[in-house]
């Protein structure tokens, strides 16, 4: 696999959270801290970017890490372009691989990348001249590497540390890249309480997600929690006949405020978006005291400037003066 780190130890790709060692994800989150700014203020803006260009390619959908990436790299001074598949000329056919060489002729220096094919990322990364960096946005069901570090960041914020946490996260497991990238994350920071929920078709297989315990009854997997993950069923990755229905769903697996009430009374009520209210969280929840999700939205941007900015430093002093 290609190495996502330059020799000199700094961060050229993104593309998966296993492997990074905890000194460099505590760096990357202690960055974003400092990207926050109270609600009533201004978002901090910095140049650390300025004559860096970023380019947004979302082969997927996406409503959260594509406008907080976006949000992310204008704050930090860069130029920023954000593709469509929709009206870019892979819809005509043309190959990932003549697109990114299209974009990068055009000087593109970091690529956002998200795709529901695995691998997507990893290719478009071994096929591109250091330092030009890829960072990935969402990778089929395997890897959503920002999204885990703005959830640790969201947890350290509140609980300041994720050693001794209880972690329970509810839903559709076997399919979510957010998953993934939250355990990878969670684990490496020293969490050793995870608890994973689902109905046996959406657990994972066996050899996935070492160390975590697993259970098909949330109402077991809930007391004691500090923290409880819901998870949307990712009907896009599954076919008509394997998709659970909603109102059954919610009875066995979805968060109501009683069962909440299980949970410990400073439990963080956290979900990555798009949420689907009372499949998976009811309303009241959702939008309740104990809620975070606002917070995680927030958290992302000023993760991603931290990212953006990790990689931006072997860029910008590659450049020749001019
Ligand atoms: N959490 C997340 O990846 O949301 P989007 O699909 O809206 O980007």
């Known amino acids: 696999m ?55 390619l979302f082969f997927e959908p996406s409503t959260r890490t594509r406008a907080s990436f976006e949000l992310a790299a204008m704050r930090l001074g860069a130029e920023v372009i954000s593709l469509d598949l929709h009206l870019s000329s892979r819809a005509k056919g043309e190959s990932m691989l003549d697109t ?73 497991i076997r399919h979510s890249r957010v998953a993934r990238s939250a355990v990878q994350a969670f684990s490496t920071l020293g969490a050793d309480d995870l608890r994973l929920v689902a109905p046996a078709e959406l657990m994972p297989d ?35 006949a394997d998709i659970p229905d909603a109102a059954a769903y919610f009875k066995r697996f979805g968060l109501s405020a009683e069962r909440l009430g299980r949970a410990r009374p400073d439990a963080m009520v956290m979900h990555p978006g798009p949420m689907n209210r009372g499949v998976e969280i009811a309303e009241d929840v959702a939008d309740g005291r104990q809620s975070v999700i606002r917070e995680q939205v927030t958290n992302g941007v000023a993760l991603r400037m931290a990212v953006l900015e990790a990689v931006g430093g072997a860029i910008i002093r590659s450049r020749r003066p001019t």
């Open 2 to 56: 290609t190495s996502q780190l330059h020799p000199d130890g700094t961060l050229r790709h993104l593309l998966t959270l296993e492997g990074l060692d905890r000194r460099f994800i505590e760096g990357l989150i202690e960055r974003a801290q400092g990207y926050l700014r109270p609600r009533d203020s201004a978002p901090a803006r910095s140049n650390a970017l300025a004559n860096v260009t970023v380019a947004n």
């Open 100 to 172: 990114i060489h299209t974009l990068a002729a055009m000087g593109i220096d970091v690529f956002v990348v998200r795709d529901a094919g695995p691998g997507v990322p990893q290719f478009v990364a071994e096929n591109l001249d250091s330092p030009t960096s890829v960072l990935n946005a969402g990778e089929a069901h395997l890897s959503h590497p920002t999204q885990g570090l703005l959830d640790a960041f969201t947890i350290i914020r509140h609980k300041g540390r994720l050693e001794g946490q209880v972690i329970t996260i509810v839903g559709d």
């Open 206 to 240: 066996a050899h996935e997600f070492a160390g975590c315990q697993r259970f098909e009854d949330l109402d077991a997997a809930l007391p004691g929690a500090d923290v409880v993950m819901m998870l949307r069923i990712q009907k896009e990755r599954m076919t008509g």
